[in-house]
C-alpha cells in the first residue's frame, strides 16, 4: 500500500508540538509493520523550512513546478534516522520566500502569525493534491491514499475532488479542532478554489475560507487522536461550531489513541538522562531527580514532592488553575520545575514564583528537547490539568518514565490515564489521577491526593509500574492506522 503523509512538521526535522511526534513517529511505525499486517510505502509531504534543510538527508532536487503562482521546487531527501533501513522518505516542498524565514512554521519570532499562511499552506495542500493527481510530478510513484493532517493540509482533499478529481483515496486527521485556518474570502479565488465551493457545503465557515473545514467536508475518511475525542467534537461544548458537520459524518470518523515513539522516549535508553533506568530497576529515577534539581537552583532533596510541567501555556492547558493552589503546594514543600511559553500573564506569574521561591520553583521558557525528557524523568508527577485535550502525548511520557499524571477527564486523557483508587489499584490498573471538574479547588485536592500516596512507596511504586508497562508505542497504533486505510480503500 503506497501511503502519502501531508503535514506542516515533523520531528527531528522540526517541531512546534505533537503533531510533529506524530508526524515523525507514526509513519515510521507504519513502514515497520510486517508483511503478514500489511507493508506500508509510506513517504512523507512537507514545506521545507530551513530547519528541514539542514536536516534532511541525502537531499536532492527532482523537479521543478509552479503552484499557485509560486515557482517551487520539489527536494526528495530522508528523514535523519540511526537505522538507514528505517528511513522515511520526505518530499520537501522548497521556496525560499514562503518557508525559509526567521521564527516559526506559522509566526515570526515575536509569535505572530505570518500574514500569508493562506498561501503557504495552500502551497502545501495543493503539491500534496498534485502529487495524487495523473498530473503528479513524480514520475513513478503514485499513492494509493494520502493522509492529511490538520488545517494546514486541510484544502487537499478539496482540490483532489474539486479540480483534480483525483481517484486517490483521502483521509483528514484532526489533531486539535480549535485551529481552524480561517482566512479572509478573498483567498477563494487567490488559491484556485471554486467560488460555487464557499458555501456551507464547501469549505465556507462563518464567511471565511476554512481549510480545516474543507479538510472535514471533502476527505473520504475523518480520524482523530483518540476515541473520546471523536465523540466530544460531535458535541456543541467542543465541536467549535463545526459540531453538526461532524455528527453527519459520524460513520466516517474514527478516533485512534496517539501513541509515543518508545526509541525516543525510553528512559532506559533516553540519552537525554543523566541515569537511565526501567521499571525493573527504577532507583536511576531518583539520580535524575537529583541531577535535575541541581540543575534547575532548587533545594537538592529527594524527599520533596517535585511537579512537572512541560506545556505551551494557553487557556486549554489549563495551567491558569496553578498559580492559585501554588502558594499552599510550596508552603508544603512541594517543588516545581516548569517548562513553557504562550500566555505572558501566566509566564510572568510563574517567573515570580521562581524569583520569590528559587530553591523550590524553576521556570524556563521557550522550546528545548533536553530539558523536557529531564523534567518528565526527572519530576514525580507531571501536571496536565487540560479543559480539552484531543490526545496529548505528555502524559504518555509521563506514564512511560514513571511519572504519574495527574489529569483531567476530558479527550485521550481519559482514554490513556486510570484514576488511582481502590479498585483500580487491586486490579493493577491505576497509572495516574484524574480532576473530575476543571478547576483550581479540583485540582489541589487531587495533587493532594496524589502526593499522599506519593509518600507510600509501595503503593506508588505499584503506580509507575502499571503505567510504565502500559501499551503506549506506535507500533499496536500502527496497526490500527492500517485497518482505516484498508476500511477508506474499500468503502469509500
Request: glycine fraction near 8%; aromatic fraction near 8%.
Amino acid at each position: 500500500m503506497r501511503v502519502l503523509f501531508a503535514t506542516s512538521e515533523a520531528y527531528p526535522l522540526i517541531k512546534t508540538g505533537g503533531l510533529a511526534d506524530v508526524s515523525g513517529a507514526l509513519p515510521k511505525a507504519l513502514s515497520q509493520l510486517k508483511a503478514t499486517d500489511g507493508a506500508v510505502d509510506i513517504k512523507i509531504v512537507m514545506p521545507a523550512y530551513s530547519a528541514v534543510l539542514a536536516k534532511l538527508k541525502h537531499a536532492k532536487t527532482i523537479t521543478d513546478i509552479q503552484v499557485l503562482g509560486e515557482a517551487c521546487s520539489l527536494i526528495v531527501g530522508k528523514m535523519p534516522d540511526e537505522n538507514t533501513e528505517r528511513e522515511i522518505e520526505v518530499i520537501a516542498i522548497k521556496n525560499a520566500a514562503l518557508y525559509e524565514r526567521a521564527g516559526g512554521p506559522y509566526s515570526d519570532e515575536h509569535g505572530v502569525d505570518w500574514l500569508d499562511n493562506a498561501l503557504r499552506f495552500g502551497v502545501l495542500s495543493r503539491v500534496a493534491s498534485l502529487l495524487c493527481s495523473q498530473h503528479s510530478p513524480l514520475q513513478n510513484w503514485q499513492p494509493d491514499l494520502i493522509q492529511c493532517n490538520d488545517w494546514q493540509t486541510g484544502l487537499a482533499p478539496a482540490y483532489m475532488k474539486l479540480i483534480d478529481n483525483s481517484n486517490v483515496k483521502s483521509i483528514f486527521s484532526i489533531h486539535n479542532l480549535a485551529f481552524q485556518g480561517c482566512f479572509d474570502a478573498s483567498w477563494v479565488e487567490k488559491l484556485g478554489l471554486p467560488e460555487a465551493h464557499f458555501d456551507i457545503n464547501g469549505f465556507e465557515y462563518f464567511d471565511q475560507l476554512s481549510f480545516l473545514k474543507a479538510g472535514l467536508f471533502y476527505a473520504d475518511q475523518l480520524c482523530t487522536v483518540s476515541p473520546n475525542y471523536a465523540h466530544e467534537i460531535q458535541t456543541e461544548k467542543f465541536g467549535f461550531g463545526l459540531q453538526g458537520l461532524l455528527k453527519t459524518r459520524s460513520k466516517e470518523l474514527t478516533g485512534i489513541l496517539n501513541g509515543i515513539d518508545t526509541e525516543e522516549w525510553n528512559p532506559g535508553t533516553d540519552v537525554h538522562l543523566p541515569k537511565n533506568y526501567s521499571d525493573a530497576r527504577i532507583t536511576g529515577k531518583k539520580a535524575v531527580k537529583h541531577a535535575l534539581q541541581q540543575q534547575l537552583g532548587l533545594q537538592i532533596n529527594a524527599d520533596a514532592p517535585l511537579l512537572g510541567v512541560v506545556s505551551r501555556l494557553t487557556h486549554q492547558k489549563g495551567l491558569d488553575l496553578l498559580p492559585e493552589i501554588m502558594p499552599k503546594l510550596i508552603k508544603n514543600g512541594c517543588q516545581f520545575a516548569i517548562l513553557g511559553s504562550g500566555d505572558k500573564v501566566l509566564e510572568a506569574q510563574f517567573n515570580d514564583f521562581a524569583e520569590r521561591y528559587p530553591t523550590q520553583v524553576s521556570m524556563s521558557t521557550g522550546y528545548h528537547e533536553h530539558l523536557s525528557h529531564n523534567i518528565m524523568a526527572g519530576s514525580d508527577m507531571f501536571i496536565m490539568p487540560s479543559r480539552f485535550e484531543p490526545c496529548g502525548l505528555n502524559q504518555l511520557y509521563g506514564l512511560a518514565y514513571g511519572t504519574p499524571p495527574v489529569v483531567s477527564l476530558t479527550g485521550g486523557l481519559a482514554d490513556s490515564v486510570c484514576d488511582t483508587n481502590e479498585l483500580s489499584l487491586k486490579n493493577n490498573l491505576a497509572t495516574g489521577f484524574v480532576v473530575k471538574n476543571v478547576s483550581a479547588t479540583s485540582l489541589l485536592v487531587t495533587i493532594e491526593r496524589a502526593i499522599d500516596l506519593w509518600k507510600n512507596k509501595k503503593t506508588w511504586r505499584q503506580i509507575q509500574k502499571n503505567g510504565m508497562q502500559a501499551n503506549i508505542g506506535w507500533n499496536s497504533r500502527a496497526v490500527d492506522y492500517l485497518a482505516l486505510y484498508e476500511k477508506t480503500l474499500t468503502e469509500n
